[in-house]
């Protein structure tokens, strides 16, 4: 692939209300590049940072970019040098999969200027190693669909397994990002130590209704399966105007609303193009009565996974 290759990799929205850590699809219109080229120092090294409100970490070890070429380094490719510069297209903390994208996309250009071919399973053993920094705790419903594109299930964790879901193509997601940030690692810590038994039953009914749905195509079976009632709850104070722009994006027409991984974004599912431009526009003016600016994506349910660019 010659001594510089660039690796594009995609926003993701976890979670999906009623999936906590089991769910995810990839979005299109918002990603980060990672640029990686030979070095003559052994390990990983940072190059340049750009595209990011605040400053990120430019030690390898703490960037969740530099973690996963490391590893990736160690067990396929001892003593070679790897120097990368990132370019952040997705703002870091919104839950839109900035910490994913970048493990990802390292990882992936990484692979092709070692030449060391490994299959996405492998890379995603790797992209992990960057999560960790990201949040302590091992997920990857931001990193599979990142990584693949379209709608991931991760039917397990050990060892973990991908399912591939089928989506509709009539589905569209509506993205509204507040600029402000959700630490991952401290979204995690407020989630309850014990669920009822009653709630567990109706998040497993939703996430078994979710996935019927996108297999068959029956719009208000996703419609009403698009509940989350462990996680939104303990996290919907976290994020300024929740309430009003989950009321407006159901009141325009949306088949469920709620928070993009840990958050602030919320993501809005529409059963066209049309529609999802109408709701992001309602979500949007409903935030404004809080005076945070904010983001606005809309994208395909499902968009396409990493990719080398260059």
Known sequence: MGNEVSAFAPASVSNVSCGFDIMGFALEGAGDTVTARLSDFPGVRIGKITGCRS????????NTAGPPVLALIRECAPGA????????????????????????AA???????????????????????????????VHVDNLS???WGGFVLVRGYHPIDIVRIHVPDLLWCSVISPQI?????????ILP????????????????????????????LI?????????EPARRHLIPGFGAMKEAALAHGALGCGISGSGPSLFAIASSRPAAVEIAAAMESALKETRVPCTTLVSRVGGNGARIIS
């Open 81 to 104: 040098g790897v120097e990368i510069d990132i370019c952040k297209g997705i703002p870091v903390g919104g839950g839109i999969g900035s910490s994913a994208a970048s493990a990802v």
């Open 55 to 62: 400053p990120l970490p430019a030690e390898a070890a703490a």
């Open 193 to 220: 130590k014990e669920i009822p038994l009653r709630d567990v039953i109706t998040q497993t009914g939703n996430a078994a209704g979710l996935i019927a749905g996108m297999f068959t195509g029956d719009i208000p």
């Open 145 to 147: 669909p990142c990584l």
């Open 223 to 231: 419609s009403r399966s698009l509940e989350d009632v462990i996680a």
């Open 181 to 189: 940030e959700v630490r991952t690692d401290h979204a995690r810590r």
């Open 107 to 137: 990882v992936v250009a990484a692979d092709a200027l070692l030449g060391t071919g490994l299959t996405r399973d492998r890379l995603l053993e790797f992209a992990i190693e960057g999560e960790k920094i990201a949040s302590g705790a």
